[in-house]
């Protein structure tokens, strides 16, 4: 694989991600609010993310830098970008609970990541010994 085709291919990525990452996070924020809407209004609420997904593989500069900034946004969510795009998900889908069942969620979802994130990533041997 020439350089070239893997700047390409790692801009692509970048790309992907970036856009993606930002409608689960902006989802994520609309369920954790509780805020519902019919499967035609969630799919209006995409489009604006796609185009701006297409402007930027299109080249647009303004697109471009707007992306470059989102992505330094995103870096500064941290871990909370995986529960959040995890309850975005949720919302995408149509998935709304009550507040109640919402909290809980969120509560697990903050949890289970933060351990993944700050738990060794080698297991304990067996029997306890090193």
């Known amino acids: 694989m020439t350089t070239k085709t893997s700047a390409a291919r790692a801009r692509q990525q970048a790309l992907v991600s970036t856009w993606l990452f930002t409608a689960l996070i902006l989802g994520g924020g609309a369920w954790t609010l509780g805020l519902h809407s019919p499967w035609w209004q969630r799919l209006l609420q995409a489009l604006p993310v796609l185009a701006l997904a ?3 593989h ?3 500069q303004m697109v471009e830098q707007a992306r470059i900034a989102l992505t330094g946004v995103l ?3 941290g871990w909370l970008q995986i529960p959040l795009a ?3 998900g949720a919302w995408w889908l149509g998935q709304h609970q009550a ?3 919402r909290l ?3 509560a697990a979802l ?3 990541t933060f351990l993944a994130r700050y ?3 080698a297991p304990a041997p067996a029997g306890g010994h090193g």
Do not use: E, H, N, Y
Request: charged share 10%; glycine share 8%.
């Open 104 to 106: 809980v969620l969120i």
């Open 58 to 60: 299109r080249g647009v």
């Open 86 to 88: 995890m309850a975005g």
């Open 75 to 77: 870096a500064m969510l």
């Open 110 to 112: 903050a949890a289970v």
């Open 54 to 56: 297409v402007l930027d």
């Open 119 to 121: 738990a060794p990533s």
């Open 99 to 101: 507040l109640a069942t």
